[in-house]
């Protein structure tokens, strides 16, 4: 396996920063506003192509909001709720310096995979040779606990399982089993030999879709890793870049007044349980082993936005409507109280009613903590959605505008961006005609 270089001729300028930054303002100009919340540009990024998920938006709506202010290499961009990272590769891209916060253990790993490293051209070649030498000796899908031998079970064939199974203990035998560019590599393979549906990430168990074998996968993977660090790599020596691996509820390892910009996307109320969505990775790499542990170790650690994260949040309901500004408590206590209403005649008997203050009270201190570590001045993007719980209108984006005022942002704004479905419009749902959307919050600290 040849080392990587760079190919003679290339040079070093014209990777710099502002070359991607160049291909990014070229890029931004014509992908459409529809596109610009979802990740579906991001395929065409280097580094943003290795691994994303539904749940991401593009990198040209990150460039966008980098746009709208000076920005120069003292400035640093936050991303209180990174996922997979798209916002922080941007803001190295553009020669910023990059902080985010992401607990989720899977989408921790892969943004640290994509944000820069000193060892990232060194490590390809030794984790290529290290999953291939795996994948020549399978291993017993007998070693894994119940819960995730018969989930993984389903969703790959014995065969493939076992080769992936090797390829995870080669990882370990080779003490890699702590790079994340390894754990990015190999989690993607997963997703390619997957024989299920996928939605992004999350498993359908019984839809199925083309898969590949483990070392097709693999190549394919490390080809395009090596092809974008030969393009992009050597831009990035002294920038700086940080992914920590807490709430954003709580940021105190940001000093005040330390953020230039934020872009954000928080956790849409009654959208993905990001937990779930996670289970193959979460048991393959044996970071939970339970249904239960994916709730004590994951769900607990996120935003409450489904009724599936409402452990531990039944009670204590006063304690999180005394965290929501109080401006808010008239309309969110009739949203309670009509919700509370509407599960008594559902079968489904989902405990929406608890789900508003939690996930508002959880907010207010994300913005909060936004608003400690923000230089005056320095403006806020969250891209976020409405929901109808049980047909029941919750404008999510317009009670985070009202946060934010409450807090103390001045100039805030609320821009409709693309709408997403019609559900909402159907004729059992009472509300707006125009159905639900995604929206652009903006303010100024
Ligand atoms: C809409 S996704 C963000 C996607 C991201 N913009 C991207 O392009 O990859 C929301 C993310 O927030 C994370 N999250 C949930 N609760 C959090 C919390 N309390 N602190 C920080 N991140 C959290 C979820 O794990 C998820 O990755």
Not at 79 to 106: K, N, R
Request: aromatic letters at 8%.
């Amino acid at each position: 396996m040849s080392q990587l270089s760079l190919p003679i001729g290339f040079s070093e300028e014209l990777a710099a920063p502002q070359r991607a930054g160049a291909v990014l303002a070229r890029r931004s100009q014509l992908v459409p506003a529809a596109s610009l919340p979802t990740n579906a540009t991001a395929k065409q990024h280097p580094i943003h192509r290795w691994f994303n998920f539904i749940a991401g938006f593009s990198p040209e709506f990150v460039y966008q909001c980098c746009q709208s202010v000076s920005l120069g290499p003292e400035s640093v961009l936050l991303d209180p709720f990174a996922g997979c990272a798209t916002a922080p590769v941007v803001a190295c891209q553009l020669g910023i310096t990059a902080v985010g916060f992401e607990p989720h253990p899977v989408f921790l790993r892969i943004a640290r995979a994509k944000l820069p490293s000193p060892h990232w051209i060194a490590d390809l070649p030794r984790i290529e040779a290290a999953l291939l030498e795996g994948f020549a000796h399978p291993a017993d899908p007998c070693t894994l606990p119940p819960a995730p031998a018969a989930f993984l079970g389903k969703l790959f064939p014995d065969s493939v399982l076992r080769v992936l199974l090797g390829g995870r203990r080669a990882l370990d035998d080779h003490r890699l089993s702590d790079n994340d560019l390894a754990f990015l590599i190999l989690s993607c393979a997963l997703e390619q030999c997957c024989h299920s549906q996928t939605d992004g990430i999350y498993k359908a168990l019984t839809t199925h879709k083309a898969s590949a074998l483990p070392p097709d996968a693999c190549a394919e993977l490390v080809a395009r890793v090596r092809a974008d660090l030969l393009a992009v790599g050597p831009a990035y020596p002294g920038i700086r870049a940080r992914m920590f691996p807490d709430s954003s509820e709580s940021m105190h390892a940001l000093g005040d007044a330390s953020v230039s910009i934020v872009v954000t996307s928080p956790p849409y109320l009654d959208n993905f349980d990001y937990a779930e969505m996670t289970r193959m990775y979460l048991y393959f790499w044996g970071i939970a082993n339970s249904w239960q542990e994916i709730t004590e170790k994951v769900r607990a650690t996120l935003v409450t936005n489904t009724t599936t994260a409402l452990a531990g949040h039944r009670h204590g309901q006063e304690q999180h409507r005394d965290a929501v500004p109080s401006v808010l408590h008239p309309q969110l206590d009739s949203l309670v109280a009509v919700l509370a209403e509407r599960r008594k005649t559902k079968a489904g008997k989902k405990d929406y009613h608890l789900l508003v203050y939690p996930y508002f009270a959880q907010m207010t201190r994300v913005l909060r903590e936004c608003s400690r570590v923000m230089r005056p001045g320095a403006p806020i993007h969250i891209m976020v959605a409405d929901s109808a719980l049980y047909g029941v209108h919750v404008a999510s984006p317009q009670f985070l505008a009202r946060i934010l005022s409450e807090i103390g942002f001045r100039s805030t704004a609320v821009a409709f961006v693309r709408g997403r479905g019609h559900r909402w419009a159907l004729a059992k749902r009472a509300g707006s005609p125009t159905g639900l959307a995604e929206f652009h919050v903006c303010a100024l600290r």
